[in-house]
């Protein structure tokens, strides 16, 4: 199963591992854990680590690499398979590019695709190859792939969790990954972040057939010292998994006035009304943008008609 992977690796001295822009624990986990996997099973390889960094650098740090460097070099990326979205397009320069990912879309570039869809995180992917191959793994790389699999299985809760994923992090956690430690970083919340929070589920209002929704306008983010995407996307699942709220939504006033509206449904598809106002996404969780408060509650009263007519369909 891994057996193209372990090839590449051994044909090559020198490897640069890319991984997609902006990245989250997945990326970086995946991209670090590599790393380690290689220097502690492959001998005379000198890998590299590149791309953009952001919040999550405290599970490690990027590279400096000349470009001369991927002269007869191999490059891996992993968690991407969109050129568009790789990060640092040096990836050319190399001999070969081998991608290892486990997102649902085929791949635009590459020479070798190494496709695992049926994993929760390409952490899991290279956690699940450590032990079906018996390689070796150092505490600190158990830790970086466990961070990945933590954050792309939104901490064991989503649908695609199942018995490999617990499989792979109770290895990882054997093999000396400090769980806690992880989490305080994973978990632990800006304070302004959580008065946002309590604002959100102190403040948001209900239509007559139960849509849940706030209003923010741009003064808002000002209060609480938050970016317009920290209250948009960030805040519309305050008002998520409440007992009889079918439909919830997140209207945020950007600076030039115009609004992001975030919908979220549990099972009514609403991605034609989010079409409607010139947006989209997916069946229940999609959204547009619309330049008027007006036009917010047309979204709105689009939303309640919709539950009106199912509740009447019964
Ligand atoms: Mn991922």
Same mark, same amino acid.
């Given at each position: 199963?891994?057996?193209?992977?372990?090839?590449?690796?051994?044909?090559?001295?020198?490897?640069?591992?890319?991984?997609?822009?902006?990245?989250?624990?997945?990326?970086?986990?995946?991209?670090?854990? *590599?790393?380690?996997?290689?220097?502690?099973?492959?001998? &005379?390889?000198?890998?590299?680590?590149?791309?953009?960094?952001?919040?999550?650098?405290?599970?490690?740090?990027?590279?400096?690499?000349?470009?001369?460097?991927?002269?007869?070099?191999?490059?891996? /990326?992993?968690?991407?398979? /969109?050129?568009?979205?790789?990060?640092?397009?040096?990836?050319?320069?190399?001999?070969?590019?081998?991608?290892?990912?486990?997102?649902? !879309?085929?791949?635009?570039?590459?020479?070798?695709?190494?496709?695992?869809?049926?994993?929760?995180?390409?952490?899991?992917?290279?956690?699940?190859?450590? $032990?079906?191959?018996? *390689?070796?793994?150092?505490?600190?790389?158990?830790?970086? *792939?466990?961070?990945?699999?933590?954050?792309?299985?939104?901490?064991?809760?989503?649908?695609?969790? @199942?018995?490999?994923?617990?499989?792979?992090?109770?290895?990882?956690?054997?093999? &000396?990954?400090?769980?806690?430690?992880?989490?305080?970083?994973?978990?632990?919340?800006?304070?302004?972040?959580?008065?946002?929070?309590?604002?959100?589920?102190?403040?948001?209002?209900?239509?007559?057939? @139960? /849509?849940?929704? $706030?209003?923010?306008?741009?003064?808002?983010?000002?209060?609480?010292?938050?970016?317009?995407?920290?209250?948009?996307?960030? $805040?519309?699942?305050? $008002?998520? @998994?409440?007992?009889?709220?079918?439909?919830?939504? !997140?209207?945020?006033?950007?600076?030039?006035?115009?609004?992001?509206?975030?919908?979220?449904?549990?099972?009514?598809?609403? /991605?034609?009304?989010?079409?409607?106002?010139?947006?989209? &996404?997916?069946? *229940?969780?999609? &959204?547009?943008?619309?330049?008027?408060?007006?036009?917010?509650?047309?979204?709105?009263?689009?939303?309640?008609?919709?539950?009106?007519?199912?509740?009447?369909?019964?």
């Amino acid at each position: 199963m891994y057996s193209k992977i372990i090839e590449k690796i051994e044909e090559y001295d020198k490897i640069v591992i890319h991984r997609h822009k902006n990245p989250d624990l997945d990326a970086l986990g995946s991209q670090l854990g *590599l790393k380690g996997i290689i220097e502690d099973n492959f001998e &005379g390889k000198d890998v590299r680590v590149v791309g953009d960094e952001n919040e999550y650098g405290f599970i490690g740090k990027m590279d400096d690499v000349e470009d001369a460097f991927y002269n007869e070099a191999l490059v891996i /990326v992993v968690d991407v398979a /969109v050129k568009a979205l790789v990060s640092d397009s040096r990836y050319t320069l190399a001999k070969e590019v081998m991608i290892i990912d486990h997102h649902l !879309n085929k791949n635009d570039f590459g020479d070798v695709f190494c496709s695992f869809t049926e994993h929760i995180a390409v952490s899991q992917i290279l956690t699940h190859m450590v $032990m079906e191959e018996n *390689l070796l793994i150092t505490s600190d790389t158990a830790h970086k *792939l466990l961070s990945g699999i933590i954050s792309d299985s939104g901490r064991f809760l989503y649908p695609s969790v @199942n018995a490999i994923t617990f499989k792979c992090a109770a290895f990882l956690v054997e093999k &000396g990954a400090d769980l806690q430690a992880l989490y305080t970083r994973m978990y632990n919340e800006d304070l302004n972040f959580k008065r946002l929070k309590g604002h959100f589920i102190n403040q948001f209002k209900t239509t007559t057939h @139960n /849509v849940a929704y $706030m209003k923010n306008d741009k003064r808002l983010k000002n209060k609480y010292h938050v970016s317009t995407f920290a209250v948009s996307r960030g $805040m519309v699942n305050q $008002m998520a @998994n409440i007992e009889g709220v079918p439909i919830w939504a !997140n209207f945020t006033e950007e600076d030039d006035g115009s609004i992001l509206c975030e919908l979220r449904s549990k099972a009514l598809p609403i /991605v034609d009304i989010a079409k409607k106002y010139g947006g989209g &996404g997916h069946a *229940l969780a999609c &959204g547009c943008t619309v330049h008027s408060w007006n036009e917010v509650d047309s979204v709105l009263d689009d939303l309640d008609t919709l539950l009106e007519s199912e509740a009447a369909n019964g």
